[in-house]
Nanobody, 124 residues
């Protein structure tokens, strides 16, 4: 069983930056693919970024490509989402997820464990 806890959410101005963290416990995530998803108000949960356990072949949603960076520290059992050039449309609850698989899947159904989420609000 993997327990995930997100942190780092908050309020930012358009053009600003935030860094989200996802701390894992209960079982090592060193061989899991990790992902970030987000759910804007009144909308469905969407894929944001994913990183395999090797750290290679990352995947990003088109809407965040070039602005967001996903990274992981396996020794610290932590995954990060660096968010730059934030836009009001990035406002959402951001969820961390773990997948017992080798590829950076964009499909939320492929992920086995989920955190509770952290709110990100971007003002215009």
């Amino acid at each position: 069983q993997v327990h995930l806890v997100e942190s780092g959410g908050g309020v930012a101005q358009a053009g600003g930056s935030l860094r989200l963290s996802c701390a894992a416990s209960g079982q090592t995530i060193s061989t899991y693919t990790m992902g970030w998803f987000r759910q804007p108000p009144g909308k469905e949960r969407d894929f944001v970024a994913a990183i395999p356990w090797t750290g290679n072949r990352k995947a990003y949603a088109d809407s965040v490509q070039g602005r967001f960076t996903i990274a992981r520290d396996n020794a610290a059992e932590t995954v990060y989402l660096h968010m730059n050039s934030l836009k009001p449309e990035d406002t959402a609850i951001y969820y961390c997820a773990a997948r017992d698989g080798l590829t950076a899947s964009t499909d939320s159904r492929q992920y086995n464990y989920w955190g509770q989420g952290t709110q990100v609000t971007v003002g215009s």
